[in-house]
Nanobody, 114 residues
């Protein structure tokens, strides 16, 4: 199973970006897909996750600014980010769970300039 992210880049403070992620290599639908991020010198942290298409969890810093969406019956997930701040600068990783296995993308860089 491979996950591939797209949509990262450089944006100014207050700007918006939309990240997208698509999984391939499996015919099964992943019940859980979401996003983590890792800033330089910091641990990887959860951003947002969709669980079984019914439950959505956001990190406190993401609430009100980020929106995670999934297309029905597809192994794809997106993250709409608004009101971006320099503190949001990080590599953003898509992940998905299938059974007991977790799969990760290679990450996409998001840089927010002040």
């Amino acid at each position: 199973v491979q996950l591939e992210e797209s949509g990262g880049g450089l944006v100014q403070t207050g700007g918006s970006l939309r990240l997208a992620c698509a999984a391939s290599g499996t015919r099964f639908i992943m019940p859980t897909m979401g996003w983590y991020r890792q800033a330089p010198g910091k641990q990887r942290e959860l951003v947002a996750v969709k669980i079984n298409s019914a439950r959505t969890d956001y990190a406190d810093f993401a609430k009100g600014r980020f929106t995670i969406t999934r297309e029905n019956s597809k192994n794809s997930v997106s993250l709409q980010m608004t009101s971006l701040e320099p503190e949001d600068t990080a590599v953003y990783y898509c992940y998905g769970r299938l059974g007991s296995e977790y799969y990760w993308g290679q990450g996409t860089q998001v840089t927010v300039s002040s």
